[in-house]
């Protein structure tokens, strides 16, 4: 039975067509890191002063592209085929990282970054609408954990592998790595059947087509009037603002506070995608109820209380503390998208998905500059005081935007 439980996660890999799509994924993060870490080199060789402005630039174009592009994904994926949008965006982006190893200026580095992830923007949103049309409902949560789960594993493990590669080759090979990355997926991709990805959803009394400005605001319109999916969206919006406070200011309070190394700030940081990691594997056990309520409130609290805490502790508590910080972000945030598979229609997933990723990728733009406006103006205290801001958001979301106990999902897509 214990044996049972332990492999529960990994259940949705029986299903022939998601193992395949999710390799493609694996495969795709793990090219994600070699293309970080390339960049930060690349970043470095222009100069060590120029490094953290034009990686900073690059993060910024890169959410930048979600938040402008992903709404108009979601409804290309629900009205065209989205094999053929995963395969096409996805062979755009192996071009475009094929051209970084030629870069000479630092605008170069702009303007490739931005349309990697415009494409990125169109990419994410249709696979995340196809899970939950070729994996059995009974396994939904376990699939979107085992999703989450590898992409917080490959945060910690890719960047490492992708250093060591790019030690061996160089800074600018590494993205030929890169790019071969890209080709494996890519190959999956088009090996995945058409009919099982797609969905037929025009109906016969549709005979005003929409515009996409009406599908996108529809999208908006779906995934705020669903109580359920909104509330989980908010509670992103507070761990989005614990979140920024860990990558914005760990490095300060691990080199400027604690007066430790770089190895040091790499060991703090993966001990909270450990945790991330942990939580997304059992995400689906710890909360079975409808709205995953309990889940998402706990996991903000945690959050919130752990940061709290950062700035009053050694190495030792706050490797363990950061390991904390990463269950609750977990839990904060992965029933999201369990949700909407659950509770929106399948021929509206698409560009609901795309709104969720603009929406989501919007709080981070809010959480980056808080994170730096406390890292720099309250160095000592940025922690407590992030923390602080924290439950004092997750207060006003639970209080009054709470989901009610009715929800009547099959009026959202009217």
Same mark, same amino acid.
């Given at each position: 039975?214990?044996?049972?439980?332990?492999?529960?996660?990994?259940?949705?890999?029986?299903?022939?067509?998601?193992?395949?799509? $999710?390799?493609?994924?694996?495969?795709?993060?793990?090219?994600?890191?070699?293309? !970080?870490?390339?960049?930060?080199?690349?970043?470095?060789?222009?100069?060590?002063?120029?490094?953290?402005?034009?990686?900073?630039?690059?993060?910024?174009?890169?959410?930048?592209?979600?938040?402008?592009?992903?709404?108009?994904?979601?409804?290309?994926?629900?009205?065209?085929?989205?094999?053929?949008?995963?395969?096409?965006?996805?062979?755009?982006?192996?071009?475009?990282?094929?051209?970084?190893?030629?870069?000479?200026?630092?605008?170069? *580095?702009?303007?490739?970054?931005?349309?990697?992830?415009?494409?990125?923007?169109?990419?994410?949103?249709?696979?995340?609408?196809? *899970?939950?049309?070729?994996?059995?409902?009974?396994?939904?949560?376990?699939?979107?954990?085992?999703?989450?789960?590898? $992409?917080?594993?490959?945060?910690?493990?890719?960047?490492?592998?992708?250093?060591?590669?790019?030690? !061996?080759?160089?800074?600018?090979?590494?993205?030929?790595?890169?790019?071969?990355?890209?080709?494996?997926?890519?190959?999956?991709?088009?090996?995945?059947?058409?009919?099982?990805?797609?969905?037929?959803?025009?109906?016969?009394?549709?005979?005003?087509?929409?515009?996409? !400005?009406?599908?996108?605001?529809?999208?908006?319109?779906?995934?705020?009037?669903?109580?359920?999916?909104?509330?989980?969206?908010?509670?992103?919006?507070?761990?989005?603002?614990?979140?920024?406070? /860990?990558?914005?200011?760990?490095?300060?309070?691990?080199?400027?506070?604690?007066?430790?190394?770089?190895?040091? $700030?790499? /060991?703090?940081?993966?001990?909270?995608?450990?945790?991330?990691?942990?939580?997304?594997?059992?995400?689906?056990?710890?909360?079975?109820?409808?709205?995953?309520?309990?889940?998402?409130?706990?996991?903000?609290?945690?959050?919130?209380?752990? *940061?709290?805490?950062?700035?009053?502790?050694?190495?030792?508590?706050?490797?363990?503390?950061?390991?904390?910080?990463?269950?609750?972000?977990?839990?904060?945030? *992965?029933?999201?998208?369990?949700?909407?598979?659950?509770?929106?229609?399948?021929?509206?997933?698409?560009?609901?998905?795309?709104?969720?990723?603009?929406?989501?990728?919007? !709080?981070?733009?809010?959480?980056?500059?808080?994170?730096?406006?406390?890292?720099?103006?309250?160095?000592?205290?940025?922690?407590? $005081?992030?923390?602080?801001?924290?439950?004092?958001?997750?207060?006003?979301?639970?209080?009054?935007?709470?989901?009610?106990?009715?929800?009547?999902?099959?009026?959202?897509?009217?």
């Amino acid at each position: 039975m214990k044996l049972t439980k332990l492999l529960e996660p990994f259940q949705p890999l029986r299903n022939k067509l998601f193992a395949k799509l $999710y390799l493609a994924q694996t495969i795709s993060l793990l090219g994600d890191a070699f293309t !970080w870490v390339g960049l930060a080199l690349l970043a470095y060789q222009f100069g060590e002063e120029k490094a953290a402005v034009i990686l900073a630039t690059a993060l910024t174009l890169r959410v930048t592209a979600f938040i402008i592009f992903s709404p108009f994904a979601g409804v290309l994926a629900d009205r065209m085929s989205r094999k053929k949008i995963l395969y096409i965006t996805h062979f755009i982006r192996m071009g475009i990282v094929g051209c970084l190893p030629f870069v000479t200026e630092e605008w170069q *580095i702009y303007v490739l970054v931005f349309l990697m992830n415009v494409f990125n923007a169109f990419f994410s949103p249709t696979y995340r609408s196809i *899970i939950p049309q070729i994996v059995e409902k009974s396994l939904y949560r376990q699939a979107i954990g085992l999703s989450a789960a590898t $992409y917080q594993l490959l945060g910690v493990l890719g960047p490492g592998f992708a250093g060591i590669m790019a030690i !061996w080759l160089g800074a600018r090979e590494i993205f030929f790595v890169d790019a071969a990355t890209f080709v494996i997926a890519g190959i999956l991709l088009v090996s995945l059947p058409k009919s099982a990805l797609d969905v037929t959803q025009k109906q016969e009394d549709d005979t005003v087509p929409h515009s996409t !400005w009406q599908d996108v605001l529809k999208g908006i319109r779906l995934l705020f009037s669903n109580q359920y999916v909104r509330f989980a969206l908010l509670i992103e919006l507070v761990s989005a603002v614990a979140g920024a406070m /860990i990558l914005v200011n760990t490095i300060v309070l691990v080199k400027g506070g604690l007066q430790l190394t770089d190895r040091d $700030y790499g /060991i703090i940081m993966a001990a909270f995608a450990i945790g991330a990691t942990i939580a997304a594997f059992v995400s689906g056990a710890v909360d079975k109820s409808k709205s995953r309520r309990i889940s998402l409130i706990l996991g903000a609290l945690i959050l919130g209380i752990a *940061i709290s805490a950062a700035n009053y502790l050694n190495f030792s508590m706050l490797f363990l503390v950061w390991i904390v910080a990463g269950l609750g972000q977990s839990l904060a945030e *992965i029933p999201s998208e369990t949700l909407i598979g659950e509770t929106v229609p399948i021929e509206e997933q698409g560009k609901v998905y795309g709104s969720h990723f603009a929406f989501s990728h919007l !709080w981070w733009a809010f959480a980056y500059p808080l994170a730096g406006f406390l890292g720099t103006t309250f160095p000592n205290q940025s922690f407590l $005081y992030g923390g602080i801001i924290t439950i004092i958001v997750l207060v006003v979301v639970v209080v009054f935007l709470r989901p009610k106990k009715t929800q009547q999902v099959q009026n959202l897509n009217k």
